[in-house]
C-alpha cells in the first residue's frame, strides 16, 4: 500500500519558521510535491522537484524563504518553511508521481491527508 504522510504544522506566529516532513511507503517517487489550500481557495503549487526532468520549482509567493529537500534514505521529502506570514495560512499537502513538471498538480499520481498551518499575528 502506497502512502504519504505529512508531520510538523501548527500554530506559529508570523515571522517564525516551522519544517514539514512527508514520509512515502510503499514506493519512490520521481516527483515530490507540497501544495496548499487555504479556505475558500483553490489548491496551490508551493514547492516540488522532479529528478527526472532535472528541475526544482517554488511558486512565487514563497521563494527565498521556503526550501524543499529530501533524504533517499529516508523517503521523505521536507518544507523548510522561515519568514512565514499570515498569508501562508493552508492545509499542507505533500505529492508523489513521475512527471517531468514538478508544478502540475495533475502529474501527480499520490497525495498526503495534508497538514495545517496556522500563522497568527
Known amino acids: 500500500q502506497v502512502q504519504l504522510v505529512e508531520s510538523g504544522g501548527g500554530l506559529v506566529q508570523a515571522g517564525g519558521s516551522l519544517r514539514l516532513s512527508c514520509v512515502a511507503s510503499?514506493?519512490?517517487?520521481?516527483?515530490r510535491g507540497w501544495f496548499r489550500q487555504a479556505p475558500g481557495q483553490e489548491r496551490e503549487f508551493v514547492a516540488g522537484f522532479s529528478l527526472s526532468g532535472g528541475r526544482t520549482l517554488y511558486a512565487d509567493s514563497v521563494k527565498g524563504r521556503f526550501t524543499i529537500s529530501r533524504d533517499n534514505a529516508k523517503n521523505t521529502v521536507y518544507l523548510q518553511m522561515n519568514s512565514l506570514k499570515i498569508e501562508d495560512t493552508a492545509v499542507y499537502y505533500c505529492?508523489?508521481?513521475?512527471?517531468?513538471?514538478?508544478?502540475?498538480?495533475?502529474?501527480?499520481?499520490?497525495w498526503g491527508q495534508g497538514t495545517q498551518v496556522t500563522v497568527s499575528s
Open positions: 510503499g514506493r519512490t517517487f520521481s516527483t
Open positions: 505529492a508523489g508521481g513521475q512527471s517531468a513538471l514538478p508544478g502540475w498538480a495533475a502529474g501527480y499520481n499520490y
